[in-house]
């Protein structure tokens, strides 16, 4: 005769709804004493910061909010911001170009991308900054102007930066919309769409879900790239911090300075990203526990809404 298994019997009673399974977490005891020998060393480094003696921190925080660094920190994000939208701007049409069926776009989409790609970030902002040197004026006869009038140190950050960002974020937009299902532009288009339509209902609204996190990525990186403009004396964060410590020597808490501001805007834009990622995963997640309550919302009667159509080219792409 047999003896009962009572973890057999749970297993029956929970079965057949009878009964409850008691389960045991695994354990891994790897994992957490690896992550406490990190702890301890990163403990032990910032500790060792801290009090270190050769770190005058009252020069840190009497600079860390004082108004040269603050201008600096705003140049910036102005660079950061219009240097994005410089290059977004052209990721989408260089994205459009590229994948259309005209020849000529084609190539000179490929050209501008491999071109860009293809040299360093510094080299370019260099060769902005020195265009005079090769064109000491702009324009055509009389309708000339100076080169060093229009290509400023700014000017040439501007440039150097957003055509570089250009040429990456096209290869970010071209794969986000080659991500959507072929299917449903052709089923939105058997619904009597138009082009316009589609690409703005159909197509983006999708690709934003593959778009939106190497946009992210490309937006922090694109924010300490900046630093480099301080080679063509561009008053930016990293610039400024270098000034103050040319005149009170404190190279290294001025270095603090830069880092610590570095690190905060780089932590917004990712809680941004987040957020953003979060938004137009929306319509595609049912994990969220809002997502009854929107679908309620946007049945509304004579409303059409992206999700609504959405969901009519998906099961019109599966016929």
Do not use: C
């Amino acid at each position: 005769m047999s003896t009962p298994n009572p973890r057999i019997d749970d297993l029956e009673k929970a079965a057949h709804g009878t009964g409850d399974i008691h389960s045991v977490p695994v354990r891994h005891p790897g994992q957490a004493v690896a992550g406490a020998l990190i702890v301890v060393a990163l403990g032990a480094l910032i500790w060792s910061v801290i009090t270190n003696d050769n770190i005058r921190w009252e020069i840190v925080f009497e600079n860390l909010t004082g108004a040269t660094i603050l201008r600096g920190l705003g140049t910036t994000l102005l660079l950061t911001a219009i240097a994005m939208l410089i290059g977004l701007t052209l990721g989408v049409l260089l994205a459009i170009a590229r994948l259309s069926k005209n020849r000529v776009m084609q190539t000179v989409s490929s050209g501008y991308i491999w071109l860009f790609r293809g040299t360093p970030l510094l080299v370019q902002l260099l060769l902005w900054f020195n265009l005079a040197l090769f064109f000491p004026r702009l324009g055509f006869g009389e309708l000339s102007v100076d080169t060093n009038v229009i290509i400023t140190a700014f000017g040439a950050a501007i440039l150097g930066l957003g055509l570089n960002e250009g040429a990456y974020m096209a290869e970010i937009v071209r794969g986000g919309i080659q991500s959507v299902n072929r299917g449903q532009i052709e089923a939105a288009a058997a619904l009597g769409m138009r082009q316009r339509h589609v690409t703005w209902r159909i197509v983006l609204p999708q690709a934003m879900r593959v778009i939106i996190p190497p946009i992210g990525n490309n937006l922090i990186t694109m924010l300490k790239m900046t630093s480099l403009v301080s080679v063509i004396a561009v008053p930016d964060l990293l610039n400024r911090a270098q000034a103050i410590s040319a005149k009170n020597f404190y190279v290294f808490e001025m270095l603090i300075v830069a880092t610590v501001w570095y690190l905060l805007m780089t932590t917004i834009f990712t809680i941004i990203q987040m957020q953003l990622e979060k938004r137009f995963d929306r319509g595609f997640s049912t994990t969220s526990p809002r997502v009854g309550k929107r679908l309620a919302k946007n049945l509304r009667p004579g409303r059409v809404t992206n999700t609504e159509l959405l969901q009519v080219v998906q099961e019109k792409s599966k016929e």
